[in-house]
């Protein structure tokens, strides 16, 4: 049974830090395209950041410059380091694994680990 964990969101002071981790377990990790998405109160979830297998990896506009993801295929994991925190980064954030493979689809999501930036 794949899983996703992710871990080390907070409250944190605008113009912050926070960097979270997400580590996978019972699926082939460094097969699968790893993302990062958010969801705050009453608006739909949406993408922050992605990385291919390869390392390839693209952001939203609004934390382009900001936010970075990396991943090590050994270890299963994947981290989003978010720097100058803006109140409108506050949400839960999820990490998301994705593969398609011989049309199949594999779509997981983690329990989501939540972000606030205030003073």
């Known amino acids: 049974q794949a899983q996703l964990v992710e871990s080390g969101g907070g409250l944190v002071q605008p113009g912050g830090s926070l960097r979270l981790s997400c580590v996978a377990s019972?699926?082939?990790?460094?097969?699968?395209?790893m993302s990062w998405y958010r969801q705050a109160p009453g608006k739909e979830r949406e993408l922050v950041a992605g990385i291919s297998s390869s390392g390839s990896t693209n952001f939203a506009d609004s934390v382009k410059g900001r936010f970075t993801i990396s991943r090590d295929n050994d270890k299963s994991m994947v981290w989003l380091e978010m720097n100058i925190l803006k109140p409108e980064d506050t949400a839960v954030y999820y990490c998301?694994?994705?593969?398609?493979?011989?049309?199949?689809?594999?779509?997981?999501w983690g329990q989501g680990t939540q972000v606030t930036v205030s003073s």
């Open positions: 019972g699926l082939t990790f460094r097969r699968y395209y």
């Open positions: 998301r694994a994705e593969l398609t493979v011989l049309g199949s689809e594999f779509d997981y």
